[in-house]
């Protein structure tokens, strides 16, 4: 498969999958705030995380579609991002012990997606 094909289809499977998952947030969060609490509320609220598998897909078959060479490069990229989101969360962890607010997991994401972003962004530049 050609690379411009593969990266076409990556964001038509990735894009459709976070389509999918905005649509199912809204709607457990919408519909679970007035549910009373038990099994039900629970696993309507874990419901997003089955588009976020999708997602996950995605990008495994991506990463599998890729020529070697684009493909250490992202590892490398993601693996850079996995480092620097580890030494920042592990920081944050002293400092919420010195008094700072406590963060919810959802920000380790939003920093290894970032941070990725980031580095990918970097790389790209700093190879041209």
């Known amino acids: 498969m050609r ?9 038509l499977e990735l894009g459709a999958a976070m389509l999918l998952y905005i649509g199912v947030l809204f709607g457990s969060l919408t519909i679970g705030r007035s549910m009373p609490e038990g099994l039900g509320r629970t696993l309507l609220l874990l419901s997003p995380a089955i588009p976020v598998m999708l997602a996950v897909w995605a990008i495994a078959r991506h990463f599998r579609r890729m020529d070697e060479f684009i493909r250490l490069r992202s590892l490398e990229s993601l693996a850079i991002a996995a480092a ?5 969360t592990f920081t944050y962890g002293f400092l919420e012990e010195a008094g700072f607010p406590k963060l919810s997991m959802f920000w380790v994401w939003g ?18």
């Open 3 to 11: 690379e411009k094909d593969a990266n076409r289809r990556y964001r």
């Open 84 to 88: 620097v989101t580890a030494g920042l």
């Open 111 to 128: 920093v290894m997606g970032g941070t990725w972003a980031l580095v990918t962004w970097t790389r790209c530049l700093v190879s041209r």
